[in-house]
């Protein structure tokens, strides 16, 4: 009976302990993601809004979540005190059911941020990419340069970096005063659809160049991508040149060995960007190819690609 009685008192206070347990890891949840967003809210323009979310926002929401757990695996400890009561049986599997739950939320917390967040985040990134820039000077909304356009404003190294690795910079223009800003990106950052799983988390590990371009010959460049989700290695060589290809394609498309030939019965041209999005099209025809590509504006491609 004594026994009892003491049991039940260690109940109460694990009880109270429990729920200030609870309220502090809720409390400790809010704080990261207050504090995560006051971060961002202060981190300057987009650019700068830009980096810290691509490399924070995953980090702190898991965080987050992973506070939660613990919170669930508190309060979970103080539920169904009668039943508890009973016998301390019940008191241990509690504990047990408790820590199921918690582990169960931050394990389902954990596969939604890796795996499924690095998508409508990688959406949200690029809106803060392409929100039109504002000239501090004249206080004029900028424009983005097309690709084509923006070479004459970088210099031949910030060329050959964009020609080679997976590097962007975004010129953005006043057009009334001639003002420039160049923004520099990592384009490895945002991951790719994995052709084996399915899910956004194919990401470009390094990239080597085998041989390089020379005026009148393409180089080669070797990259490697990874799959955090699967594991899958991807490696793929692309030819690196100085100029576009499309007239080779076309001369080739007029004469040699797809002219003698009329069994053609579809003529795919898939159209790689350096981030390695690929966007195929597919053509009954050589003619239809050709038309095609003659009339085809590759900055807006980039633009729709993004
Ligand atoms: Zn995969």
Redesign the pocket.
Known sequence: MENKEAYIEFLNTWNDAMWYAFLAALAVAALIFIIYKIRYMSAGGYKEKFEFASEKEIKAYLLVNYAIAAGIFFIANSAKPQIVEISYIWFIIRVFISMCLGTLHAYVAFLIFKYYYPGPLDKKLKKLRYKPRINPATGNEMKLLSEAEEDAYLDEGMQAEEDAFSVDYDVWIDEATGDTKIEKYKGHLSALE?D??G?Q??KLEKEEIITPATEDTAGEIQKEYK?S??G?IKRKTMKLTTKLEKEDILAALSKGRLAGDNQIELIRIEIQSMDGETKSFEFQNRDEAKKFLEEFDFSKLRQTSY
């Open positions: 994995c084996r799983c899910f988390t194919l799959c989700y699967c899958r």
